[in-house]
T-cell receptor
Framework: DVKVTQSSRYLVKRTGEKVFLECVQDMDHENMFWYRQDPGLGLRLIYFSYDVKMKEKGDIPEGYSVSREKKERFSLILESASTNQTSMYLC???????????????FGSGTRLTVV | AQSVTQPDIHITVSEGASLELRCNYSYGATPYLFWYVQSPGQGLQLLLKYFSGDTLVQGIKGFEAEFKRSQSSFNLRKPSVHWSDAAEYFCAVGADFGNEKLTFGTGTRLTIIP
């Protein structure tokens, strides 16, 4: 019954590495989102996408990029990982259809990334 | 721009006691309002939502929330908590038509004592 899948639960990467976080949803949702979650700061939006090959910056896009080549997959890329990117990363998806919109987001289980 | 404030960082209640978690939002038009719960090491699960109609909404796990436009609030309540309710709770607000982004509060961590 898993609907939003994040490929890794835990990752440890070295400073300067290029890191890929993958997210796949099976609900045919148009919208996909990447958030990072830090204690005391809640969830902060990094990037989002309303359609294939479309992307928009969220509140904290610096140091990140995204890719959405297929509707079901939304990848977050850390171009050169730094220790301040150690965090929990959450992927979510939602529907654009008006009647479904108020269903809010469906979240993945998260990827806890540690950069050393 | 919309914003959400959860004034309580951490709340401790006894098992069987009642619970109220506070949420205040800022948005000019009619908002979509949500409560999510996050168990340790997990993603967020939708508890309940409000977007129109009856201002008292029922959710899963025995939770309810009341939308009060005059107070810009959407507080979460449960009459009797269970040890399994220990988790972090997030309030979120979404804009009306055309904007799919949700803005989340900073969360309230709930601890249950026997």
């Amino acid at each position: 019954d898993v609907k939003v899948t994040q490929s890794s639960r835990y990752l440890v990467k070295r400073t300067g590495e290029k890191v890929f976080l993958e997210c796949v949803q099976d609900m045919d949702h148009e919208n996909m989102f990447w958030y990072r979650q830090d204690p005391g700061l809640g969830l902060r939006l990094i990037y989002f996408s309303y359609d294939v090959k479309m992307k928009e910056k969220g509140d904290i896009p610096e140091g990140y990029s995204v890719s959405r080549e297929k509707k079901e997959r939304f990848s977050l890329i850390l171009e050169s990982a730094s220790t301040n990117q150690t965090s929990m990363y959450l992927c979510a998806s939602s529907s654009t259809i008006i009647l479904d919109r108020a269903g809010g987001y469906t979240f993945g289980s998260g990827t806890r990334l540690t950069v050393v | 721009a919309q914003s959400v404030t959860q004034p309580d960082i951490h709340i401790t209640v006894s098992e069987g006691a009642s619970l109220e978690l506070r949420c205040n939002y800022s948005y000019g038009a009619t908002p979509y309002l949500f409560w999510y719960v996050q168990s340790p090491g997990q993603g967020l699960q939708l508890l309940l939502k409000y977007f129109s109609g009856d201002t008292l909404v029922q959710g899963i796990k025995g939770f309810e929330a009341e939308f009060k436009r005059s107070q810009s609030s959407f507080n979460l309540r449960k009459p009797s908590v269970h040890w399994s309710d220990a988790a972090e709770y997030f309030c979120a607000v979404g804009a009306d038509f055309g904007n799919e982004k949700l803005t989340f509060g900073t969360g309230t961590r709930l601890t249950i004592i026997p």
